[in-house]
Nanobody
Framework: QLQLVESGGGLVQPGGSLRLSCAAS????????IAWFRQAPGKEREGVSC?????????NYADSVKNRFTIPRDNAKNTVYLQMNSLRPEDTGIYYC??????????????????WGKGTQVTVSS
């Protein structure tokens, strides 16, 4: 069983930065593709970014976060990050990470996730 715990959320002013962490335990994270999702109040959950397993050769970003967010992974630390820069009020929401067991793969997606974290709150406000 894989457990995921998000951290790093908080209150930040527009234009600021945050780095979210998705720390895994129970199993090595190497063989899992990871995706970050967010859910704003009154809105459906949406995929924000994903990264393929092992080498992380494939990454995807929602149009709304391109050129502002990055998704590095550190398999040695069993952790995937979401670096968020130039934050906007519309980035506010609960951010979740999720994992899908893919083995060695060079793709990622926002469907058929096997494990979910409980989320961390991000609030962008002046």
């Amino acid at each position: 069983q894989l457990q995921l715990v998000e951290s790093g959320g908080g209150l930040v002013q527009p234009g600021g930065s945050l780095r979210l962490s998705c720390a895994a335990s129970g199993r090595p994270l190497d063989n899992y593709a990871i995706a970050w999702f967010r859910q704003a109040p009154g809105k459906e959950r949406e995929g924000v970014s994903c990264i393929s397993s092992t080498t992380g050769s494939a990454k995807n970003y929602a149009d709304s976060v391109k050129n502002r967010f990055t998704i590095p992974r550190d398999n040695a630390k069993n952790t995937v990050y979401l670096q968020m820069n130039s934050l906007r009020p519309e980035d506010t929401g609960i951010y979740y990470c999720a994992a899908r067991a893919t083995g060695l793969s060079h793709s990622c997606a926002y469907i058929s996730m096997d494990y979910w974290g409980k989320g961390t709150q991000v609030t962008v406000s002046s």
